[in-house]
Structure formats: structure tokens, C-alpha cells
């Protein structure tokens, strides 16, 4: 399939999406993908892991250097509270910074490596 996505773009593709369902683990991204993911093949296609965004396949992706993401899903804020509370949901904080911070925050945000969450305190 890589082949024929290659040749129907005339050779290069800007940026790749995996969301397929198969690839890894959405609700235990500490538990290993299945082998044969799709991811290493979407490197090869963009030539960089950074033009690849997964909406499944975390372990991979952080193996991999992937970008990752998730829709918020406000109706689940009470059980994400409680995973938190018990220490099982965890949110790295890289760094915060006050408001004339601010563009030294963005500058880190925009490199997509900032090793966690940017927080912004007044």
C-alpha cells in the first residue's frame, strides 16, 4: 500500500494521520503495540516522525517519536479525576511560565518537544 500511496502523490507525502484502530492501545499507552503497526511505514512516507500524528497508537509513538493526540471528552472529566486521585492518570508538567514568559512558553510549544505539559500561571 506505501508503494501505491507514493506513486498517487507523485512521491511526496507532507504529513501522515494513523488512526487506525489496530494499531496499538488508545486506553493503555503503557502497554506494547502489536507488531506490524503502521507508524514505521508512515515515517518512511513523510521521512520524518515529527509529520506523523496517531490518534491510537501511543506505546509506538513514544517509542518512535510520533506525534500524538486525543479528543477531550468532557463527560469523562469525573473519572479522570479519579484516576488522577488514585495515581493512575498522570500528567507530566515540563515547565511553567508567567505571563511575560510567554513567548519564551510558545517558542518551547512550537518545537512539539517540550517534554510535557506548558503551564501557564498568573
Do not use: N
Not at 88 to 108: F, G
Amino acid at each position: 500500500m506505501a508503494e501505491r500511496v507514493r506513486a498517487l502523490s507523485g512521491g511526496h507525502i507532507d504529513r501522515a494521520l494513523d488512526a487506525a484502530p489496530t494499531g496499538g492501545r488508545i486506553d493503555r499507552a503503557d502497554q506494547p503495540s502489536p507488531a506490524g503497526g503502521s507508524l514505521p511505514t508512515l515515517i518512511k512516507l513523510t521521512g520524518d516522525p515529527d509529520r506523523v500524528l496517531t490518534v491510537s497508537d501511543f506505546a509506538a509513538a513514544a517509542e518512535l517519536g510520533v506525534r500524538t493526540t486525543t479528543e477531550i471528552r468532557y463527560e469523562q472529566m469525573d473519572e479522570f479525576a479519579r484516576l488522577a486521585g488514585e495515581g493512575l492518570l498522570v500528567v507530566p508538567v515540563a515547565r511553567t511560565y508567567t505571563l511575560d514568559q510567554i513567548q519564551e512558553a510558545a517558542e518551547l510549544s512550537q518545537s512539539r518537544r517540550p517534554g510535557g505539559k506548558l503551564m501557564l500561571v498568573l
